[in-house]
């Protein structure tokens, strides 16, 4: 089945630098790559999401990439804020007759201002 | 539109009991997914439903059944609680949305279960 490997575990970054979060996964049929916010307490929440077909999508100050052949994609902030502090999740998504989406173990980001 | 829902918020098990996790949805979405998150491990699917009446099972089933009744509500039971599975639950829902990719997910605020 489908594994999804993220890295790293935690990162702490200072405010106003760029944070890259990557992800590789396994399974090449995998065509849709979400990322998810989480903050604490709080639920999953989409920030960016990328399909196989695409090689980069960028959203003010948050982008992903997706490099289908050697199967990684990757979450790039920039200009950081302490409100990006959070846990992200990478994960990949196969259409089974329902989106089985298998998520990565999560980085935690921290901000420092 | 309250989105996605769960009740309970949080509970308290003895090892053995029982208890069902209740997820309702006013989107009109088909599908729903169950799943656990535990520290270190991300989200897990437990099991899922792509329509009224349908089931199937995720990477981590064992120890759980649900049932789709009806569309707008996805159960999750646990038939006799272990203390593995202390655990934040979470419902989701997707298909169809207007504005996003189909497969985006939508979750609930999740359910914090302690097994003593």
């Known amino acids: 089945g489908e594994n999804v490997e993220q890295h790293p575990s935690t990162l702490s970054v200072q405010e106003g630098d760029s944070a890259v979060i990557k992800c590789t996964y396994s399974?090449?049929?995998?065509?849709?790559f979400p990322w998810y916010k989480q903050e604490l307490g709080k639920r999953p929440q989409l920030i960016i999401d990328?399909?196989?077909?695409?090689g980069e999508k960028k959203d003010q100050r948050i982008a992903v990439t997706l490099n289908k052949t050697a199967k990684h994609f990757s979450l790039h902030i920039t200009e950081t804020q302490p409100e990006d502090s959070a846990v992200y999740f990478c994960?990949?998504?196969?259409?089974?007759?329902?989106?089985?989406?298998?998520f990565g173990a999560g980085t935690r980001l921290f901000v420092k201002a | 539109n309250a989105g996605v829902t769960q009740t309970p918020k949080f509970r308290v098990l003895k090892t053995g009991q029982s208890m069902t996790l209740l997820c309702a949805q006013d989107?009109?979405?088909?599908?729903m997914y169950w799943y656990r998150q535990d520290p270190g491990m991300g989200l897990r699917l437990i099991h899922y439903?792509?329509?009224?009446?349908?089931?199937a099972k995720g990477e981590v089933p064992d120890g759980y059944n649900v049932s789709r009744l009806k569309k707008q509500n996805f159960l999750l039971g646990l038939e006799s609680a272990a203390p593995s599975q202390t655990s934040v639950y979470f419902c989701?829902?997707?298909?169809?949305?207007?504005?996003?990719?189909?497969?985006?997910?939508?979750f609930g605020p999740g359910t914090r279960l302690l097994v003593l």
């Open positions: 989701a829902s997707n298909l169809p949305t207007l504005d996003r990719a189909q497969e985006t997910q939508y």
């Open positions: 439903s792509v329509g009224e009446g349908t089931t």
């Open positions: 989107m009109n979405h088909e599908y």
């Open positions: 399974d090449s049929a995998s065509n849709y």
């Open positions: 994960a990949a998504t196969l259409n089974t007759g329902g989106f089985k989406t298998i």
């Open positions: 990328i399909r196989s077909n695409v």
